[in-house]
């Protein structure tokens, strides 16, 4: 009776978190959605960065596939506002749940890691969350403003194009910022000129993001940034510097100032995608490559550390601590078997495992030497015939004891 209620209430209690899960991605989604239609550029329902798909791949990639409600149940309130119709509403919103979970699907094929320390983490975002997962949503969402009515043939092209590099975005930008606030921890041990870096660096990114929404196109300007950033920081500073300078060139192309001004819709769109685009990946790419040369650091401080001490225990004479149990062991009953074995000789013995196999080989041929000898004396030994005289000089040579040597010391103390 017992196990049943606490199993009951162990159901009860993962019930409790998982609606709570969806209650917060849900209001995460629409909240996001909201900012991201302040800038949109067509219809009222297409914007160069569309946050909620970084907010619905990443809350698979840390909460599971069980969320994935809270993804439908979100797309399907941001768009019941937007119309144009129920059935256009429905199949954006399976678009858009198709999209995040094909996105999910091929980041766990292939290994991915949260953390975004590797490279191949950064390449798998990249290329199979942002250029690939997006395609079902921008394709999906598209065709039905279309067979809606709302878009004629001739637009679909560009509509998607729009739809597609924002979904992108989204996945660049904002999936790494939610995905590392999660990974990383509080930092600990940091130094005062630490702090002070990360504040001016803070205060750059602010200072060059307000230069990009002035009359003067200095969009280059912040990838200087994005590198100090990578190098000082890793995922955590690259990925939140590439967030802020979308953010600021976004709404610099909305209000069609600096480099966006007098240029017409499509020409906007390229240079904001190839902004943000150079931007994300430069981030995620820089500081990946980054992660990887400080854990190979790592390791190969630790592996000198390691060899450091073993030569320091050959040189104390505790080596036979390094050999092989089972060596160790043969040694220690060779010692029980000698009974008062000298130092030196025991010393001998420890380090004789290869020289005690080819001792045995002596002794076994030996012994045919020995059989052979016998054979020899008992033809000789027939009625009537002397005892050759060679015949004790074939047979004391195998009989003696052989002179010990440096290396066989502790075999033939025990012959």
């Given at each position: 009776m017992a196990v049943a209620c606490h199993a009951h209430h162990v159901r009860l209690r993962r019930s409790?978190?998982?609606?709570?899960?969806i209650s917060a991605i849900v209001v995460l989604y629409f909240g996001a959605a909201r900012l991201g239609l302040m800038q949109q550029l067509v219809r009222g329902q297409v914007t160069p960065l569309w946050p909620p798909t970084?907010?619905?791949?990443?809350?698979l990639l840390l909460c599971g596939r069980r969320v994935w409600p809270a993804i439908a149940i979100g797309a399907f309130l941001v768009n019941v506002l937007l119309g144009p119709s129920m059935s256009a509403v429905l199949m954006i919103t399976a678009g858009n749940t198709v999209s995040a979970l094909f996105s999910h699907a091929m980041l766990r094929r292939a290994g991915f890691h949260n953390t975004l320390d590797r490279l191949r983490d950064a390449l798998a975002l990249i290329f199979?969350?942002?250029?690939?997962?997006?395609?079902?949503?921008?394709?999906?969402?598209?065709?039905a403003l279309v067979l809606a009515g709302v878009l004629s043939r001739g637009d679909f092209w560009p509509t998607w194009s729009v739809w597609w590099t924002g979904d992108a975005m989204g996945v660049l930008v904002v999936t790494p910022v939610l995905l590392i606030l999660r990974s990383a921890g509080r930092p600990r041990d940091l130094s005062p000129y630490r702090w002070a870096e990360g504040l001016?660096?803070?205060?750059?990114?602010?200072?060059?993001g307000v230069v990009e929404m002035g009359q003067?196109?200095?969009?280059?300007?912040?990838?200087?940034?994005?590198?100090?950033?990578?190098?000082?920081?890793?995922?955590a500073g690259a990925a939140l510097c590439a967030l802020t300078m979308s953010t600021y060139a976004v709404i610099a192309a909305g209000r069609r100032s600096g480099p966006f001004a007098g240029h017409?819709?499509?020409t906007n769109m390229i240079t904001l995608q190839a902004f943000n685009g150079a931007a994300a990946l430069t981030a995620l790419m820089l500081s990946a490559v980054v992660c990887e040369r400080n854990q190979a650091q790592r390791e190969i401080a630790r592996a000198c550390g390691d060899l450091a001490g073993m030569a320091a225990r050959l040189a104390t004479g505790?080596?036979?601590a390094m050999l092989p149990a089972a060596t160790v062991s043969r040694a220690a009953q060779a010692d029980a078997a000698g009974g008062g074995v000298e130092p030196g000789k025991a010393e001998a013995v420890r380090g004789g495992a290869e020289t005690g196999k080819a001792e045995d080989a002596r002794k076994a041929e030996d012994?045919?030497?020995?059989?052979?000898?016998?054979?020899?004396?008992?033809?000789?030994?027939?009625?009537?015939?002397?005892?050759?005289?060679?015949?004790?000089?074939?047979?004391?040579?195998c009989l003696e004891r052989r002179p010990p040597t440096t290396n066989k010391a502790g075999r033939d103390d025990r012959i």
């Open positions: 409790a978190v998982a609606a709570l899960e970084g907010i619905a791949l990443a809350s199979l969350g942002a250029f690939t997962g997006t395609l079902v949503s921008a394709t999906t969402g598209t065709a001016l660096l803070m205060a750059a990114v602010a200072g060059v003067t196109p200095l969009l280059f300007l912040g990838f200087p940034l994005l590198i100090w950033a990578a190098f000082r920081f890793q995922p017409n819709l499509l505790g080596h036979s012994t045919r030497e020995v059989e052979d000898t016998r054979e020899v004396d008992e033809v000789g030994d027939a009625p009537g015939d002397e005892a050759p005289a060679h015949t004790t000089k074939v047979v004391s040579p």
